[in-house]
C-alpha cells in the first residue's frame, strides 16, 4: 500500500513539474511581448500626456487595427506575404500624417478631432465585419489582443522595429517634438495591436507615464518602466492562474499598479515638502 502512494505521489510530483514547464513556456513569450511594448510606449507615453493628446493612442491603435480588418476582408489582400503587418502599417501612417498635418492648422481643437476620428474608426470596423460569420472574434481579438498565445518568432519584428526606434530616440532625442514623433508613433502601434490589442496598447502608453507625471526626479523614466512591469507581471500571472481574458487582466494590474504609485507618492510628498519648509524656516531664523 505505502508502494502504491508512493508512486502515486511520484507521478502527481511529476505532472504538476510537467504543467509548470508548460505554463513557463506560455508566460515567457507573453511577458517579453509585454517587455517590448513597453520598451517603446513608456517612453512615447510621456511625449503623447506633453503634447496633451491622448486619443491619438486609441486612435493610431483602431486605424491599425481596421487596415487589418480589410486586408482580412480582401482575399487578394490577405494571400499577400505579411498582409497581416504592412496593411495595418499603412493605414496607421496614413491616419499619423493626417493628425500631423491637423495639429498646425486645428491646434486648439486637436484633442476633440483626434476623439471623433476613433469613434469613426471603431464604427467602421464593425460595420464591414457585421457580416463577417468570424466578424466578431476578429473584433475581439483586436481590441483585447492574445499576448498569452504569442510565439517567439512573432517577436523577432517587434523588436527590430523596437531597437531602431529607441537608438533614433536616444541618438535625436528632438525627433518626438517633430513630425518624426508620428512617424515612430504609428510603426510602433501598429506592431503593438498586432501583439497584444487596442486596449492594451492605450494602458500601456497612457498609465505608466500618468503613474510619474507628477514624480520630480530624474529617476522617473525607471519609475514608469517599473510601474508597466509590475502591471504586466500580475496580470499575465493572474490570468494564467485564473483563466481570465489577459488583455483585460493586464490592464486592470497596469492601472492598480498605477494608483498605488501615485498614492506612495503622494503620502512621501507632503513629509518632502514639510522637511524642506522647515529648512527653509531654520534659514531664515537664522
Known amino acids: 500500500m505505502s508502494i502504491f502512494i508512493s508512486y502515486t505521489s511520484y507521478f502527481n510530483q511529476r505532472e504538476s513539474v510537467m504543467f509548470d514547464l508548460d505554463l513557463l513556456s506560455i508566460l515567457l513569450p507573453a511577458f517579453a511581448a509585454g517587455v517590448l511594448v513597453l520598451s517603446t510606449h513608456v517612453v512615447l507615453g510621456r511625449q503623447v500626456l506633453k503634447r496633451g493628446i491622448i486619443f491619438i493612442d486609441l486612435a493610431i491603435a483602431q486605424v491599425a487595427a481596421l487596415g487589418a480588418i480589410v486586408a482580412h476582408l480582401n482575399h487578394d489582400i490577405e494571400h499577400l506575404p505579411f498582409s497581416n503587418i504592412w496593411m495595418p502599417a499603412l493605414f496607421a501612417l496614413a491616419g499619423a500624417a493626417f493628425i500631423a498635418w491637423l ?164 503620502l512621501l510628498k507632503p513629509k518632502q515638502s514639510g522637511g524642506s519648509d522647515e529648512a527653509q524656516f531654520e534659514y531664515n531664523q537664522n
Open 103 to 266: 495639429s498646425k492648422r486645428m491646434a486648439d481643437e486637436l484633442e476633440a478631432i483626434i476623439g471623433c476620428f476613433y469613434v469613426l474608426a471603431a464604427v467602421a470596423a464593425m460595420l464591414m465585419l457585421s457580416n463577417d460569420p468570424h466578424g466578431a472574434e476578429m473584433l475581439k481579438q483586436l481590441m483585447s489582443g492574445q499576448i498569452l498565445w504569442v510565439n517567439w518568432s512573432q517577436l523577432v519584428l517587434p523588436a527590430s522595429v523596437s531597437a531602431i526606434v529607441l537608438s533614433v530616440i536616444y541618438l535625436r532625442p528632438r525627433l518626438l517634438d517633430g513630425s518624426g514623433f508620428y512617424i515612430m508613433f504609428a510603426l510602433v502601434i501598429t506592431l503593438s495591436v498586432e501583439l497584444v490589442g487596442v486596449y492594451l496598447v492605450f494602458s500601456t502608453l497612457i498609465l505608466p507615464a500618468l503613474a510619474v507625471n507628477k514624480f520630480g526626479s530624474k529617476y522617473r523614466l525607471v519609475a514608469a518602466y517599473l510601474v508597466g512591469l509590475t502591471g504586466y507581471i500580475f496580470g499575465l500571472v493572474l490570468s494564467a492562474s485564473f483563466d481570465l481574458p489577459s488583455g483585460a487582466a493586464i490592464v486592470a494590474t497596469l492601472a492598480v499598479s498605477a494608483i498605488l504609485f501615485r498614492l506612495v507618492l503622494g
